[in-house]
């Protein structure tokens, strides 16, 4: 969609502006508490000879050092608003899309790294074909979307074997994590990344058909503070487990699902009031 809205440049200024500076704002309280809560050089080796300010750049860098952990993806994203033009030349010349295979392959067997989530690189490197998946649906959404829509059923039962062979017959947990790439301990398939691709087609097609209930003026709000749920979600998470207990928090259904209502209802609260005191200002911030 926007790939001949904004220039290289403009691009980026814009993506600075607007990500990469309200990342810096919402990072910051969660590395201080690092620094003040213990020892980043004993929890990280990689950067036990550092110096302080080393330290900190570090963890801007990689996002996921933090309580706020969920912001490794702000400097994977920077990678992929880097590539910039190199996308541009993939969609110019769709032949390229034929890469999205042997980038599977090679997804399949990097896998994610292990938590905490330090390793920006090799985070780009395992969803850039899911991104390139993304261009390809976006360049040939009304083909794909007529195909999908007349799919639904496939792409469900595709979707629950998945889920089924996941849950019943492998050993992944959760993601198909490993501190090594190329480290098979859990199997030679990925079976979350395919799983999650189908998924991804299977939500269009019922997007496709439920775009009454999806223009809903709540619904709308909320996907234009996505950027504040975000960012701040795991802030107000971290609140509530401190004060419920980490073991009660993930182990009774009830609390953990209200908690992250609780949160979203938190973010929500947030972005109205930064909104409402900072105006057009608060995207700086908060990052809408």
Known sequence: YLLNKYSYSGYLKKKLKFIILPYIVVATPGIAHAFLDG????????????STPAQVAWYYLVGGAQINYALWYI???ALFF???PVFKIVDS?????WLIVPLLLLSNGLHRAHFPPVDPIRNFVYFL???LVGMLACRYRMQISHIVNRNLIVLLGLFLALYGLQLFYSDIDGIYASRVPFQFNK????IVLFQKLIFCFLLLGLINRSTVVLTSNKLKYLANISFTLYFFHVYFLYAFEFFIGEKVAGAVFSIWFSMGLASVLCCTALAAIAQRTLGRHSRLFIGS
């Open 129 to 131: 074909p899911v991104y």
């Open 187 to 190: 199997g030679w398939v990925d």
């Open 39 to 50: 020892n980043p050089g004993l929890e990280y080796p990689q950067i036990s000879g550092l």
């Open 93 to 97: 010349y769709p032949k390229f899309y």
């Open 82 to 84: 880097a590539c910039f």
């Open 75 to 77: 400097p994977t994203a």
